[in-house]
């Protein structure tokens, strides 16, 4: 397995977060998320969550705010239906576009292989639109289990654990 290292020489990095759904990121890779605004202080997080309608874009808002603090750009957050993005792949596609504008150092995106169709449409797109960029896929653990091969491990310290958990409930409670 390898370790996630950036260059320690990068003060600032413009961190690109994807998500299908309002608990994607967080739940996929709040922990390095919370370990890179720690280790990158002067860090920008861009946040885009594709599927967030009503009581969820709330929690999306919520959580985006406790992950990234301050360094927070957005959250972005859209209204795409749930489950159907794959046949709304143009709408889709043409956020992609718009967030070319970014340039970001890191990408975190769904990966490639996850059983929901919104995931894998979101990573196909990530992987298209920013080829030159470091993307990192993260995975989302559910119930037909479709977990892959870690191929990049990012150790948490005992706090950050017990934040990522305590930021998930105290955002989504509709979950």
Known sequence: MIRLSVDPAASELRILCLGSHSDDIEIGCGGTILRLAEEYPQSVFHWVVFSATGVRAQEAQCAAKLFAGTRLKGPI????????MPFE????????????????????????????????LLAELTWNT??????????IPKYDGDMGRTSVFVPLEMDQ??????YLMDSFHSQ
């Not at 596609?93 to 996850?114: C, G, M, S, W, Y």
């Not at 920013?130 to 995975?139: K, P, S, V």
């Not at 654990?161 to 305590?166: A, D, E, L, S, Y």
């Open 130 to 139: 920013f080829r030159d960029h470091l993307i990192l896929e993260y995975e």
């Open 77 to 84: 957050l859209r209204e795409f239906r749930d489950g159907f």
């Open 161 to 166: 654990c017990q934040n990522k958990v305590r």
């Open 89 to 120: 792949g143009t709408g889709v596609k043409d956020v992609f576009e718009e967030l070319k504008t970014i340039a970001p150092n890191l990408v975190f995106t769904h990966t490639r292989q996850d059983a929901h169709q919104d995931h894998r």
